[in-house]
């Protein structure tokens, strides 16, 4: 099956890419490699303990965090990305017109009325 010369100029413009890639690759599998053969192999208690900061460890580093920590974090993340979508619609504000602005009052009407609704449940109260 032979390849027409359209297709093989357009293959040939991502040569430079395959190439990068492929030292890219070979960068980090042979990084990898090289720092595995020549790491120093002593275990000792102290390398194997847990690190707080420098203090003794006091308690088991495995200790479950409250659900209400995830609760935040979680709300925190989606409210975050929710006015991320803020910054394109101000971009082309003059492009989208009257359109663009109903929808991102309807938009920001969800947002207020989630972010009323997590109040309310007191999914934002830390203690």
Known sequence: ?????????????????????????????????VSYVVHPRIDSSEKLSAYECGSEPISDARMPFPVRYYIIAMLFVIF???????????????????????????????????YAYAWRKGALEWD
């Open 1 to 33: 099956m032979a390849i027409s010369p359209e297709l093989s100029a357009y293959l040939t413009q991502y040569a430079s890419v395959a190439v990068y890639i492929m030292i890219a690759a070979a960068f980090g599998v042979g990084t990898l490699m």
């Open 80 to 114: 975050d990305v929710e006015l991320i979508f803020l910054y394109p619609w101000a971009v082309a504000f003059d492009k989208i017109g009257l359109f663009g602005l109903i929808e991102m009052v309807i938009f920001i009407a969800l947002f207020v009325a989630g």
